[in-house]
DNA sequence: GGGTACATGTAATCAGTTACATGATTTA
DNA sequence: TAAATCATGTAACTGATTACATGTACCC
């Protein structure tokens, strides 16, 4: 068993049944929208497809339950305990991976008309705004004075600063879209398309 | 011809294509690894594969070099040329995709012992810090003075301005690691992984 | 009791990644 | 001229996405 390749999922999914206990994809699809998926979309189905592939390896195991819903249980092992652990012994140092098509159509607005432009900069800054005032109001929701006693790294602790790290995102790129309107999106390189396109 | 599914890897070789005009997809490659490819990474296999199915598509062409190397050149076509204004021409709302594996780990950090915390947050910062230098370098050897003329939004301009994003990301990131290593990284929950395993 | 939103899943497809391989230049 | 690095590509695989589909609970 085990020893197949491990993605980022797997690792999701390892650690929210460690610590969550045993769960089905739904309960593992609701977990992550309220947090890491702010920023790192997981499709549903995936929580589906993935337990059971980290089954064939022998890290959690599945059960079905016996009810109108049948729903699938994935219970974690004592393999996937360690496969865990290992993981998050090992340090690594891939960068982070910043995809958006924002920035992508930002990187050619040279090629777009000045409208398009003056657009692009106007629905990033709404969609960012949007998604700060949600970081917002989610830490001010979850305050609760109890889960941050004195000293203690709670499980509520760590998942605050993982999402704070979103809000900081978001924080910069409000200033950044705001700062690309106002410096200006005026006339620049002749408006259309160059390259002499063949065909 | 056309109008299969088009991705944002499709429009960033018809942006290139379009901005640089024809090219190998080595050429792509290096444009890309020294922009875009610093937050968001491209591997060089698919600046083969992805110009080949947009050619499926009538959207660019293929040549090919006569001499040793034969060296595959791709040019954009008027249909590609659309596509992609019609692109910048649309807007979006996608939420940005922030992908971090050290992200993850703090997340589950609860799972770690202390020891572990502790190297993820030094890895973490090691790697922010030394991406914001290079960044800052980059920054330093291009600023060119004629390239920015007064009001006119050039190339370069653009492509200062979303590395500047990724700039301002590596800031927050950097700034963020710190803040979790001093605010501490001490004792938390018990150390062990809980979640009673199963098999 | 019909509509709507929530919940749960399967299956096919394909974009992206990994693995592999070799030719051309430069440098020691 | 050997080694190292740069340059160029093919092919297989699979994780992630898309499309599809249906059951269950709640609300008007």
Redesign the interface.
Known sequence: MSNERLT?TS??VL?L??????STPYELERHVGA??GN???FPHTLLYSEPARLAGQ?LV?ETREQDGRRRRVF???????HA??A???R???????????????????????PA?RL??AE?QL??HRA?LSAYEEDGRLERRPEASRR?????E???G??L???L??E???V??WED?AQK??????PSG???????
């Not at 049944?17 to 045993?22: D, F, Q, V, Y």
């Not at 000293?151 to 499980?155: K, P």
């Not at 200006?184 to 390189?189: F, Y």
């Open positions: 980022p690792y999701l650690g049944l460690a610590r969550e206990g045993p947090t890491l920023f790192w979309s022998g195991t219970t974690i092992t004592e393999a996937g305990v865990l652990q993981w998050l012994d340090p690594h140092a891939e960068p982070t991976q910043l995809r958006d098509l924002g920035l992508l159509q930002l990187f050619f607005a040279d090629l777009a008309p398009a657009r692009l629905q709404a969609t998604k000293g203690q790294r709670t499980v602790h760590w998942r600063e993982t704070r790290m979103g900081l995102y924080q910069a790129a200033e950044f690309v200006g999106l005026g006339p620049g390189e398309v160059e390259g002499e396109a063949a065909g």
